[in-house]
């Protein structure tokens, strides 16, 4: 997988899923966000729950894009000086900006695991719908670890920067 081109068509084919997926997750939250404030000016009557289910969908929408920004390198990163660097010291550059999204992402994965257990096993749901928070956010957590997993790919086979 080492191929430029098997990696630019895995990138071109995980971003298409994924704006699909993000893109109906936005028309749902939009619908529940007319649902909720017309109901609450029109009958003062909001959606039920119409706060967890756009809490729940923005959290939803911010995790499925997280693997597709992470196979394209598109998390912030400060390149003050990469223009004055040799092609060999911006490669040293891309490999420890993604060793540090490896770190930061396994730290973070490993933070929400035990926060989703910790919640999980109090029984905790949210307050109107009665949603489980635990194991949302263990998905979540699954989540930053899969894209740990895809940087430090990523950094393993050297594959070229995802937005050149």
Known sequence: MRDPEAIADLRARVGMITAALVGLMLVALTAITVLDVGGRYLFNSPLPGGT????????????????????????????LLSQQLTPGGRRLQLLMSRLAAVVALVLIAWQMWTHGARLAGY????????????????????????SAAIVAGLALLRAPHGLE
Do not use: R
């Open 52 to 79: 967890e289910l756009t809490e729940i969908l923005v959290m939803a929408v911010i995790f499925t894009g997280l693997p597709a920004i992470t196979l394209d390198d598109g998390h912030v990163t400060a390149d």
């Open 123 to 146: 029984g905790q749901t949210t307050v109107y719908l009665h949603i489980p928070v635990g194991p949302v956010i263990q998905v979540a957590a699954v989540v930053c670890g899969l």
